[in-house]
């Protein structure tokens, strides 16, 4: 399971990048996200719509600028992925697989672009092009959605995983205390 996810991974990335080559290659760098190229709607309600731009930070533009801080973070956070399912390979579950496999294709996939900024000064930042437009919400891609789908997923795993072993622990302690009670009730037998 492990050389298929991360085959997995690697397909994200290239997904990735190939979305970020057709937008920027089709659509026009936006100066604002108010300019959409493409919108999805359900009658007239819009959902969302297709856009670029650039964006030098993370999530909500935060940490702007900080290039290098994002790099050795997201490096990091990357390589602690790698070991742990290394390490724990033997007992992760597929579904753990896939969530860690969004996470690992979503970082690389932001990741390149960042490593692009500090080659290509034209490259100005991470290439976002997804805009929600019901709600105020940042502008985003693949990558974005597959580190997010991947987190929430390990999310609902963790507290599946904590919820069946605590079931498990108060089953073993409840069996306990019946094989106790039984022991003593056996042992006032005999007394008698």
Same mark, same amino acid.
């Given at each position: 399971?492990?050389?298929?996810?991360?085959?997995?991974?690697?397909?994200?990335?290239?997904?990735?990048?190939?979305? &970020?080559?057709?937008?920027?290659? %089709? !659509? /026009?760098?936006?100066?604002?996200?108010?300019?959409?190229?493409?919108?999805?709607?359900?009658?007239?309600?819009?959902?969302?719509?297709?856009?670029?731009?650039? %964006?030098?930070?993370?999530?909500?533009?935060?940490?702007?600028?900080?290039?290098?801080?994002?790099?050795?973070?997201?490096?990091?956070?990357?390589?602690?992925?790698?070991?742990?399912?290394?390490?724990?390979?033997?007992?992760?579950?597929?579904? /753990?697989?896939?969530?860690?496999?969004?996470?690992?294709?979503?970082?690389?996939?932001?990741?390149?672009?960042? !490593?692009?900024?500090?080659?290509?000064?034209?490259?100005?930042?991470?290439?976002?092009?997804?805009?929600?437009?019901?709600?105020? !919400?940042?502008?985003? %891609?693949?990558?974005?959605?597959?580190?997010?789908?991947?987190?929430?997923?390990?999310?609902?795993?963790?507290?599946?995983?904590?919820?069946?072993?605590?079931?498990? &622990?108060?089953?073993?302690?409840?069996? /306990?205390? &019946?094989?106790?009670?039984?022991?003593?009730?056996?042992?006032?037998? /005999?007394?008698?």
């Amino acid at each position: 399971m492990l050389v298929l996810s991360l085959v997995l991974a690697g397909l994200i990335v290239v997904l990735d990048q190939l979305l &970020k080559l057709y937008i920027s290659s %089709n !659509f /026009e760098l936006c100066t604002s996200v108010i300019h959409r190229y493409w919108t999805f709607s359900i009658g007239s309600f819009d959902v969302f719509s297709i856009t670029h731009i650039r %964006n030098d930070g993370a999530g909500w533009s935060i940490l702007g600028g900080q290039t290098i801080f994002l790099i050795a973070f997201t490096s990091i956070v990357l390589i602690a992925i790698l070991v742990y399912m290394i390490v724990k390979r033997k007992k992760i579950g597929t579904l /753990e697989y896939l969530a860690l496999s969004l996470v690992i294709g979503g970082g690389v996939g932001n990741l390149v672009d960042r !490593f692009r900024m500090l080659i290509d000064p034209d490259f100005t930042g991470v290439v976002d092009y997804i805009a929600v437009d019901f709600i105020d !919400f940042p502008v985003f %891609n693949f990558a974005d959605m597959c580190v997010v789908v991947g987190g929430i997923g390990l999310c609902l795993i963790y507290i599946w995983q904590e919820s069946k072993d605590s079931k498990a &622990k108060k089953l073993a302690k409840a069996e /306990e205390a &019946k094989e106790n009670c039984e022991s003593e009730d056996k042992a006032q037998g /005999e007394d008698q």
